[in-house]
């Protein structure tokens, strides 16, 4: 069974009838120009924009699902965040757990896991947006969600914590979760298991990345053109 | 840069004497209320008053100083817990209690009662018009402000209400400019007092300590709210249940304060400002602060007002508040 089933899912004017499914334990890609309805399409799958058609987790309808019981069910990361007031870093990672009864479960681990443990303290409106990056990632991890969503997650990342955060994902899936998140990096992108499209506000293909990355689809969705010229290569070491 | 609605000034270890602390204050308030007016009162004639021991000291004392003390806490703690509501509600830290027009309409049917001469014929028209008003302001404010309600139509809302409410309040003053007294009587209410306040303002007061009740387990989801309505719903938050609450609740403790002491600013801006830079942004901290901290803040103001010979309560809170609110602005990154 799907872990997520989108069916018909329409904004009008920024999500036109995507119909999709993502399975258990994978690691899925969203790409797609700017404006294509990338962070719509999250937000529709996260139950936090209402939009016409149906969204199921699990097979059951978002709708009958109660908000402590959807934010078990899933996590979402925005793609940015606005602090007014100056919580503790360690306060906003805490913030996953309300769901769970403020229960602070696994919070100093992933802490220390996003390299965060020294910025514990620190006011999460006086970090770089690199750091506030992480800061989300933890919080949507500790909420230990099956179903993570994370707008580009990767973009305000140095190179290194994009390839931590992307292991980190890959362990994720193989322990059943199911990561769904935005990119705009294709070579990174090529590396997931199932990449979707979004362009003009419509699903123009689903699949493995090395049917989806055609020339002819980057040409006609991206407007660029693919070559295999070497390129560099980054990995952890 | 300093700490600036950031980072907290009080070391951790600290933060958990804040309340006792704020305790001990207003009680020493409390007593200090006690003993000066008029007719000062030694010690241990206060004492002496509080058990009914001498006659003269207990009325003074239970009849005259006690409901105005009640009245300032009662006072304090709704407009500044109504202030941390709407900032929570607004993830603005410089909401106040009366940005949706709840205060106005409050002044509006005070004032429209005074002008019709309904406030002279019970003690209880006067409150109960204000609350009126405030009330039927807030109605207006979700009316216009329908489908959904989002922040920012909700504050147009509110400033098109103050506008307008505003305009009545003056029309109606400027209706009975021939009549001195009358205009003198709404005068002091837009003013803002604690004069003359009676065991009644006190019962009118009640409903705060209910609101301030169902206040206190709302710490945690207000944290979140201040995040925003899309990451507090995805962390697990009943949006639409708790936003009802914080409105609701920001109105009832505004409308209330309104009614029992007339029109008074900035408590509800200045008390969560420096409580947030004492304890940090958590509300769960901050709700049972600043309700005791509004309390200390404006029984303070009350007690200055009348050793300055009888200065106005919303006087003093705006003479000390406005200049914080400049220095707040200075101080904005």
């Known amino acids: ?237 | 840069m300093r700490a600036f609605h950031s980072g907290m000034i009080l070391p951790a270890r600290l933060i958990r004497f804040v309340l006792p602390a704020l305790l001990v204050i207003l009680a020493g308030l409390v007593l200090v209320a006690l003993a000066t007016g008029d007719m000062p009162l030694s010690a241990a004639r206060v004492w002496a008053g509080l058990r009914h021991g001498d006659s003269v000291a207990a009325t003074i004392v239970w009849q005259m100083r006690m409901p105005r003390i009640l009245s300032a806490i009662l006072v304090g703690a709704a407009l500044s817990s109504a202030g941390l509501v709407m900032q929570a509600y607004f993830r603005n830290s410089l909401a106040n209690p009366g940005l949706l027009g709840v205060s106005s309409g409050g002044a509006a049917g005070a004032v429209i009662a005074i002008a019709a001469g309904w406030a002279s014929v019970s003690l209880w028209f006067l409150p109960l018009s204000a609350i009126a008003g405030a009330v039927a302001a807030t109605g207006g404010v979700l009316i216009l402000a329908r489908h959904g309600a989002s922040t920012e139509r909700l504050l147009l809302a509110g400033v098109a209400l103050n506008a307008l409410l505003g305009a009545v309040t003056s029309y109606v003053l400027s209706q009975y400019i021939g009549l001195y007294e009358r205009n003198a009587q709404i005068l002091f209410w837009l003013l803002g007092g604690l004069e003359d306040r009676t065991w009644e303002h006190v019962a009118i007061a009640l409903p705060i300590v209910a609101a301030a009740a169902l206040l206190w387990p709302l710490g945690r989801s207000m944290d979140l709210m201040s995040l925003g309505v899309s990451e507090a719903q995805s962390l697990g938050v009943d949006v639409r249940r708790v936003r009802r609450q914080m409105l609701a609740l920001a109105t009832v403790l505004t409308a209330v304060a309104t009614a029992v002491a007339g029109a008074v600013g900035f408590v509800g801006l200045v008390v969560p400002h420096i409580l947030r830079l004492l304890v940090g942004p958590e509300h769960r901290r901050l709700v049972p602060l600043s309700l005791v901290g509004g309390a200390v803040f404006v029984l303070a103001c009350d007690i200055a007002g009348r050793m300055a010979g009888g200065l106005r309560l919303g006087i003093i809170t705006s003479l000390i508040g406005a200049p914080f609110f400049l220095w707040l602005l200075r101080r904005l990154p």
């Not at chain 1, 699990?58 to 793609?79: D, F, H, K, M, Y």
């Not at chain 1, 965060?116 to 970090?127: E, H």
């Not at chain 1, 090529?190 to 499209?197: H, K, T, W, Y």
């Open chain 1, 1 to 237: 069974m799907n872990f997520l089933d989108l069916k018909d899912a329409t904004v009008p004017g920024r999500l036109d009838n995507v119909t999709l499914g993502l399975p258990r334990g994978k690691l899925i890609g969203l790409v797609g120009p700017n404006g294509a309805g990338k962070s719509t399409l999250l937000r529709v799958a996260a139950g936090i924009l209402p939009a016409e058609g149906s969204v199921a987790w699990n097979g059951r309808l978002l709708a009958g699902i109660s908000p402590l019981e959807r934010a078990r069910c899933t996590a979402w990361v925005p793609q940015e965040a606005h602090f007014e007031f100056g919580f503790s870093v360690r306060s906003v990672v805490a913030q996953g757990r309300y769901a769970h009864g403020d229960d602070e479960s696994g919070v100093d681990e992933t802490l220390a896991r996003f390299g965060l443990a020294a910025l514990a303290g620190r006011p999460v409106n006086r970090l770089s947006g690199g750091e506030r990056a992480r800061v989300l990632l933890a919080r949507a991890i500790v909420t230990e969600a099956p179903l993570q969503l994370w707008d580009e997650p990767l973009a305000p990342l140095d190179p290194r914590h994009r390839l931590e955060v992307l292991v980190l994902a890959r362990e994720l899936a193989q322990s059943g979760s199911t990561v769904f998140l935005s990119l705009h990096d294709l070579s990174l992108a090529s590396s997931l298991d199932i990449l979707a499209v979004l362009c003009e506000t419509r699903l123009r293909a689903i699949g493995s990345p090395g049917e989806i990355l055609t020339p002819d689809l980057l040409l006609d969705v991206f407007g660029v053109r693919a070559s295999t010229a070497p390129s560099l290569n980054l990995e952890l070491p």
